[in-house]
């Protein structure tokens, strides 16, 4: 089945600085790749997401890049502000199921 | 509430005890899912229901037992759980198998 790696596992960021966490996958007939962000006692919310046809997406302050070749994508967070901070999950569709990757705890300090 | 309600949000129960674990999705979803999170470990996905029929069960023990009566409502009913069930249990649903999750806010259990 699909194994999704995600690094790193913690990360903390000043302030106005930019976040990038990384996930890379091992089926290459996976296709699309959702982001979740968890913040501290909430449900896991869908921030963006990418299908394999495209190689890069963005909404406001996020962004998504997607290398098939490679096989890894990754989430770009710029300008970063304290509500940014929460734990980010990526995730891949082999098939008819998702895999998630480990978590990566983002901190932004102010 | 964002669309998918899960109650309750705590329950502590012991080892002998029956509970059920209830969700329920507005949003007109297709499939619902249940997964178990525990600190420092990937999601795991338990089960899957798409148009009412499970479609996964990943190797999930029998003391958990789920429901799906109809598309908008899922449970999970609970017997001679163990101490290391304890965990976040989240309900989540999507339009289809292929399409990103609406998730509960999720029950944190907890079995003495």
């Known amino acids: 089945g699909e194994n999704v790696e995600q690094h790193p596992s913690t990360l903390s960021v000043q302030e106005g600085d930019s976040a990038v966490i990384k996930c890379t996958y091992s089926?290459?007939?996976?296709?699309?790749f959702p982001w979740y962000k968890q913040e501290l006692g909430k449900r896991p919310q869908l921030i963006i997401d990418i299908r394999s046809n495209v190689g890069e997406k963005k909404d406001q302050r996020i962004a998504v890049t997607l290398n098939k070749t490679a096989k890894h994508f990754s989430l770009h967070i710029t300008e970063t502000q304290p509500e940014d901070s929460a734990v980010y999950f990526c995730a891949a569709l082999s098939g008819n199921q998702f895999y998630f990757g480990t978590g990566t705890s983002l901190t932004v300090i102010p | 509430e964002t669309g998918v309600t899960q109650t309750p949000r705590h329950l502590v129960m012991g080892m002998t005890n029956k509970k059920s674990l209830k969700c329920e999705q507005h949003?007109?979803?297709?499939?619902m899912y249940w997964y178990k999170q525990s600190a420092k470990k990937p999601l795991e996905l338990m089960f899957v229901?798409?148009?009412?029929?499970?479609?996964e069960n990943n190797s999930v023990p029998s003391r958990f037992s789920p429901e799906c009566p109809n598309s908008s409502h899922l449970f999970l009913h609970l017997h001679t759980l163990q101490p290391e069930d304890s965990a976040l249990y989240l309900c989540?649903?999507?339009?289809?198998?292929?399409?990103?999750?609406?998730f509960g806010s999720g029950t944190r259990l907890t079995v003495v």
């Open positions: 229901y798409n148009f009412k029929e499970q479609t």
């Open positions: 089926d290459s007939a996976s296709n699309y």
């Open positions: 949003l007109g979803h297709n499939a």
């Open positions: 989540a649903s999507s339009q289809d198998l292929f399409d990103g999750y609406t």
